[in-house]
C-alpha cells in the first residue's frame, strides 16, 4: 500500500501562504515581530520533515517526488529561517535571496508540469507552483522596500491566490485519497 501524504504536504504550504501573507500585511512592520515566530516554526518544521522524507524514499512516482518533496524541503528551511529571524529579531532580507533562487526552482517546475502534463490538472498545478515562485522571486524585493504598503499588499495578494490554487488541489486530494482508500 502506498503511504501519500502530499495531501498533508499542501495543507501546510496553505497554511504557510496564508501565515507569510497576513505577516506581510500586519506583521513586517509590528513593533513586535517575536511573535509570528511559532506560526513560521510550526509550518516549516511540517514542510521540512515530509519533503525530506518524500525526497529520501520517494513515495510518489518518480517527477512528482522531486516537484513536491524538494520544493516543501526548500519552503521549510525558509519558514524556519524565518522564525529564527524573527524569535531573534535579526533582518529577514537575507533571507530574500535564499527565496529568490527556490522561487525560480518552482517556476521552473510549474513550466515544465504544465509543458508535459504531469498531474491530473496540469494546468491549474503548474499555475500554483509558478505563482508560489514568483512570490519567492520577488521576497527580496517586498522586504527590501517594506514601506511600501501597495508592495506587500500586492505580495499579500499573490500569496493568498496561490494558496487558495493550493487549498483547491488539497481538498480535490483528501476527496480522492479518502475514497481510494475505502475501497
Known sequence: MMIDYVTLM?????????????????GLEA?????????????????????FRM?????????????????SVLLGVLFLGA?????KEWDLLPLGIYAFFAGGAACLL??????QHLTLTPLMSGVGFILSGACGLFAGLVLWYRKIKSLR???????LIAAAIWLLTAYEAYWSHLAAKAK
Open 153 to 159: 499588499v500586492l505580495g499579500a495578494a499573490m500569496l
Open 83 to 87: 522564525s529564527w529571524s524573527l524569535a
Open 110 to 115: 510549474g513550466v515544465r508540469i504544465i509543458d
Open 55 to 71: 525526497s529520501f524514499t520517494w513515495p510518489l512516482p518518480v517527477p512528482y517526488n522531486c516537484a513536491y518533496g524538494e520544493m
Open 31 to 51: 513593533a513586535d515581530k517575536k511573535r509570528w515566530a511559532p506560526a513560521f516554526g510550526i509550518s516549516g518544521l511540517v514542510a521540512t520533515v515530509c519533503g
Open 10 to 26: 499542501l495543507t501546510n504550504m496553505v497554511c504557510s501562504f496564508v501565515i507569510l501573507a497576513f505577516f506581510l500585511l500586519w
